[in-house]
C-alpha cells in the first residue's frame, strides 16, 4: 500500500477536534443587550413598522450560536414583545419567527426560511405606551427548524403606515435539547 510521507503531508493551519457530548439542553438569551431600566429589564432597540399599511417589517432579529452545535431534539421558547403605536390608532400585529442557520458556511442554508413559532397576535389601538407580550410554549420540529444555531425574530405591521413599534425584551429565549458535536481547534 502506497502512502504519503511527512514531507508531502500538507501542514495543517489548526485541528479541529469533534467529540460528540450526547444530549444536552442549551439556553440562549440572544436579545435585549441594550441599558438595563430601573427594573432590571433589557431591550433590542424599538424598531417601527413598515412603510406601507399591513406590510410586516423586522423589528428584532438575532442569532442564537452556541458553542455546541447539533440537532434538535426538542425546542422550548419563551417570548416577550414590548409593543406601542406611535398615535395614529393603528391596529397593531407582531409574530416571532424562527429558522435553523449553516454558521460553518457562514450563510443562511439554502431553502430554509422563517418559520412562526405561533399564530400572529394583535391589539386594536394599543396607545403610546409600551407593554409588554409574552408567549411560551413548545415549537414542533419542522424542515427548517432541525438545527442549532438558529436565526430568530420579532415582525410587526400596523394598519397605519409606521404606526406599529416593536422590541424584544431580555426575558425572550430559547431551549432545546441538541443531539450536539462540539467542535474546538486545537492549537
Request: proline residues 4%.
Amino acid at each position: 500500500m502506497q502512502g504519503i510521507n511527512d514531507r508531502q503531508r500538507p501542514e495543517p493551519e489548526a485541528l479541529i477536534a469533534i467529540e460528540d457530548v450526547g444530549l444536552q439542553r442549551i439556553t440562549l438569551h440572544p436579545f435585549g443587550q441594550g441599558a438595563l431600566t430601573p427594573s432590571g429589564d433589557q431591550y433590542s432597540s424599538p424598531a417601527t413598522s413598515g412603510t406601507a399599511e399591513n406590510t410586516y417589517a423586522t423589528a428584532a432579529l438575532a442569532t442564537a450560536n452556541p458553542s455546541v452545535h447539533g440537532d434538535l431534539m426538542e425546542l422550548e421558547f419563551k417570548t416577550v414583545a414590548a409593543i406601542r403605536s406611535e398615535g395614529t390608532a393603528g391596529d397593531i400585529t407582531w409574530k416571532w419567527q424562527v429558522r435553523d442557520i449553516d454558521l460553518a458556511q457562514g450563510t443562511v442554508r439554502s431553502s430554509r426560511t422563517f418559520i412562526d413559532l405561533f399564530g400572529e397576535d394583535s391589539t386594536v389601538s394599543p396607545g403610546t405606551a409600551f407593554f409588554d407580550s409574552t408567549a411560551e410554549g413548545y415549537f414542533n420540529l419542522s424542515n427548517n427548524v432541525r438545527h442549532i444555531p438558529l436565526e430568530i425574530q420579532l415582525l410587526v405591521k400596523s394598519t397605519k403606515i409606521s404606526d406599529g413599534v416593536a422590541k424584544a425584551k431580555n426575558r425572550t429565549y430559547v431551549s432545546g435539547i441538541v443531539s450536539s458535536l462540539y467542535n474546538r481547534t486545537i492549537d
